[in-house]
């Protein structure tokens, strides 16, 4: 008897552990990355492919979060996707000529945006555009291609 009741009670504990754990990871991996600026000012960026950016996705140089995604478009002219994004104005002095490159957190994790700092003494403002930038890289065409390259290498 009373070894049925400490299997019980270990059970028991297990399965408060798991919701528990699955709680903090719901609440945890949201996306609702530690971003809050009293003043910000906008800039957009155009892009052929955004693969699953979404908005609220983090804006970061050299590793720190300086902003946050806002919107994400189609432009149906142009056909690209026009990502605007807020940078806290704290951070006023990046380059007008910097690129815009939509990164993924290891692996598989989610995407973001990421600049590159450009060498100009113009800087970005409320209401500029990123000139230069680099679409998102999808797993599955790199997948795919390293499959169809190493199939046609064998000479066949």
Known sequence: MQQTRT????????????????????????????????????????FENVGSLKTRAPVSMSG???GRVTEIEFDGETLEAVVTFVIDRRYDKIPDDSDA????????????????????????????????TQSAVVLENLIGKYLFDRDSGDGG
């Not at 552990?17 to 709680?23: E, M, N, P, T």
């Not at 939509?102 to 800087?123: F, K, N």
């Open 101 to 132: 490159t939509v990164l993924t957190a290891g692996l598989l994790g989610s995407q973001y945006i990421g600049l590159q700092a450009g060498g100009s003494e113009t800087y970005l403002e409320d209401g500029s555009e990123v000139l230069f």
């Open 7 to 46: 299997v019980e009670l270990g059970t028991g504990l297990f399965v408060l552990l798991g919701i528990g754990s699955l709680f903090f990871l719901t609440t945890q991996t949201t996306g609702q990355h530690d971003f809050a600026a009293d003043e910000t000012f906008e800039v957009q960026a155009r």
């Open 64 to 66: 720190v979060t300086i």
